[in-house]
Nanobody, 116 residues
Framework: VQLQASGGGSVQPGGSLRLSCTASGTVASTNIMGWYRQAPGRQREWVAASTSNGGSSYRDSVKGRFTISRDNVQTTVYLQMSDLKTEDTAVYYC???????????WGQGTQVTVSS
């Protein structure tokens, strides 16, 4: 599985960005696609996840501000980020996990900077 992420950038606090990540190759139909982020000097942390059967979940700090979704063929995942805060600044990584094997695949990371 190869993951191609895009959509990062720089915005002011309160702004919005949308990240995209497309999976290609041999994509297991039962999977979890999601986003993690890593700020400078901090460990990578989970942000949001979308399951292939329609479920979604979020870390508490982004609930109500971020929305994760998928396209109809279930190979692209989006992260709509609104009301961005300076503490959302990080490199965001797309993750694909095969449900049965629990094998993880990672995208290349895209920078999100929230600054006034």
């Amino acid at each position: 599985v190869q993951l191609q992420a895009s959509g990062g950038g720089s915005v002011q606090p309160g702004g919005s960005l949308r990240l995209s990540c497309t999976a290609s190759g041999t994509v297991a139909s039962t999977n979890i696609m999601g986003w993690y982020r890593q700020a400078p000097g901090r460990q990578r942390e989970w942000v949001a996840a979308s399951t292939s059967n329609g479920g979604s979940s979020y870390r508490d700090s982004v609930k109500g501000r971020f929305t994760i979704s998928r396209d109809n063929v279930q190979t692209t995942v989006y992260l709509q980020m609104s009301d961005l805060k300076t503490e959302d600044t990080a490199v965001y990584y797309c993750n694909f996990r095969e449900w049965t094997t629990k094998r993880d695949y990672w995208g290349q990371g895209t920078q999100v900077t929230v600054s006034s």
